[in-house]
């Protein structure tokens, strides 16, 4: 390793470190902080992130980072030192575009909208909330102008979460994705009573849940010896490095699915930053390197390992045991359908792997129409009903069933939503692929066996950590680009099976 | 609140918050990392402790400083101002004398000396660990030098845990407590079986123990909306602000006294954080003024309050409420006698009440003879033998049971000993102050109720934080100079009554 790279990693390290102390701090403060320790907690993550964009920015880190370039300039693009400049190039002088002014004015606009926005939707009251949503389209629209971009203001704020990824891709798969699968979700709402799912609608132990969610998380390979499972209000996963990776839970007694069902998302990001591979370790490339493909890894583990038959043929005596009462007479095959009931409904966070889709589309559509200026604050709330209707075919008596659901526009983060689904076909491309390349992960699946799969997720996604764009991982591990067509084989044999079709 | 002086605070506010996010990094280490996460913590918390030192001695702080103690040149010696620039002095001055070759000098010192420790414990080898025992006091020695004293080497090191403390004021209190209690000891050494405590040798259920013990923090005053009791090897409270004190225990069936006790001793130290002035938050004076002054607190309410017969006759229905088997017949009187039994023992973590000042005596009577070169690193193991001899009646059989035991030394923390026992004095004092001033407190604690002596300690020394040195906020809170007197009254009359001497 040359003199001005490795003296470069160092200042990343310190950066790095910075960092995850955040997240520790971040971490701290959902599971075991007391409440009022919050502001003492706000100081604490307000100073540190200080401390690290005056590191990231620095003029210091300008020079070195030049005459790294200069020194790397004939490595290799796939090699670890290239990817890693083009990496921390990119951060830096996105972050010298943003003044400081700029910074702040975007604090107050999204802190005031965020409150805003938790009143309105608590009082069902849209009109309150639009001047603060309107500030934020307008913050998300001045932040891509500084970007900049080649094709249209939508691609400077979808690439911060998906990098490379434009608008035009999204439509399109988004396009046959829709296509395909609105008439499926027609076609079950005529059936809907074919699946009876009151058997997870009961009280169950949260001594047992705990310990079931436990078991879960090593059955798919999350590694307890460098992680720990917390107990959450809202579940979420963290990493502080490849070695301390966290995932949590929330435990109710009529949560027994939702918690066990949270911590196999979790999980599956967890193993994501728990694969990354060791070098790349405490430097920007020591994450997952795309919200759309980081949620891929979640939704690959919740849903097409733990809602298969194959699983839960091999897990369910496990179940029964932690809640041998509530299961008493039900069958593994009726088990698998309750938990893969579809049921068209108003709110995201609730809808099942079918038609969370539906939702997705829905906001990729309007905060298109909302950054380019063809949609109206004002005018938001009846087009979310109508797309609703022409969507899942179900409307929201009310804003704060509709509109006023989610907080993302608040923080003026257009251009997330749309990586939730493409997780979903990330997902999906990603199990197709690694059947057709070993036959052994089918049947290993359908024996609830994921090992193998978690191996070749290891060697194309994981230990790549950020070194490859979404995109270039995407076509490296499948040998394509983006597809919704194995999502919707998937989705089409999955529910042709369940609901008759 | 003038200019240069609210720029200063600015500064030291930045400075607690990195120092803070350290400490909570330290917390989770101890609770919640998982074991492969220990490297990369160690990184995190070497980054920030190198940020935090380099903005602690920085020559902007430096000139910041001189401004300020310029502008403030006039204020009152008492008031908080004159008290936060006098601390900031001494320690910019302090940490400005060591150079970053005597750090990590140190730190490889310290480090190699603390791994030999562990071996030569475990293998009962003095020898092995000699020659690192003899660098630790070494660095001692050469640090004493850096630092400067008037009187004696041992006054430096003394000092950094109690300033302004002399060691000749501490052998004074020291020589009045060992000439009243040895002999007390001795007597009750004639009436051992006096006591019986076997109730407390038993096996208690651990979840029986969480609750008794979140009851009895609660009991004496531990505010929980601004804490969390955590689970550990060994017992610590930390904190990271006033409304975030932390305490711990540690869970095992054999254990129950002992964790209701550890809770006890850390609800005393976090209660004096919980305490301090809100306008001494996030500054340097927002913290416990010495390491003595903080062991009054936890001895105080783990021993004065925790240990009392009235203490029991009101909490005695909640704890055998929760251990009604194993204290099936017992009295309050008999458990109150059982958890007040004197023992000559070897270990100083093990040792009672009164029996535990010998085991310091001990220490600070070897340490000033190893640190003013009276005493070689050789002749120690026989050295303890002789003093547990002459102190206690017993001798160890092994180094591990004898000058091994401890890893204090091997971090080259001399002068730390003493302060353990100045806050058996200091809590005996104080105590007798607050009844003194206030004689429903004496009537309260007879009932088991700590309110009103909560509200005495908050008054005279909680709120202060380390606004005034140990030696002066004594004197303010009990009109006196720190004397034996209280603390040998306090055990003459209970020991007396218990072992009817």
Redesign the interface.
Known sequence: MSQKYAQLLEKL??IN??E??IA??G??RE???????N???T??V???SA?AHELSTSDELGDLLAAAEQEQAGADYDSTPASMLRSVRRTYDEQRRFSSEFVKRSSAITGAAGAAWAKSRQDNDFASYQPHLEAAVSLAQEFAEILGYEDEKYDALLSQHERGLKTADVRRVFATLKSETVPLVMAIGEKLDAVDDRMLKQDFPIEAQRAMCHYAAESVGYD?????L?EVHHPFSTS?????V?ITTRFAPEFAVSSIFAVLHEAGHAMYEQGVAEDL??TPLGRGTSSGIHESQSRLIENQVGRSLGYWQLHFPELTRHFPKQLAGASVEQFHRAINKVQPSLIRVEADELTYNMHIMLRFELEQSLINGELRVADLPEAWRAKMQELLGVAPKTDTEGVLQDVHWSQAAFGYFPTYTLGNLYSAQFVAAAKQQDSSIEADLAKGDSTRLLAWLHKNVHQHGSKFDPAALCERATGSTLTAQPFVDYVREKYGAIYSL
Chains 1, 2 share one sequence.
Not at 31 to 37: A, F, K, N, V
Not at 224 to 228: A, E, P, S, T
Not at 240 to 244: H, L, P, T, W, Y
């Open positions: 390290h310190t470190d910075v995850k102390s520790v701090l971490w701290d599971t075991y902080m007391p409440i009022e320790g502001a003492g907690r100081a604490q307000a100073t540190l401390i307890f010896k460098r992680g720990h917390g502080f490095g490849r070695n301390d966290r370790d405490r």
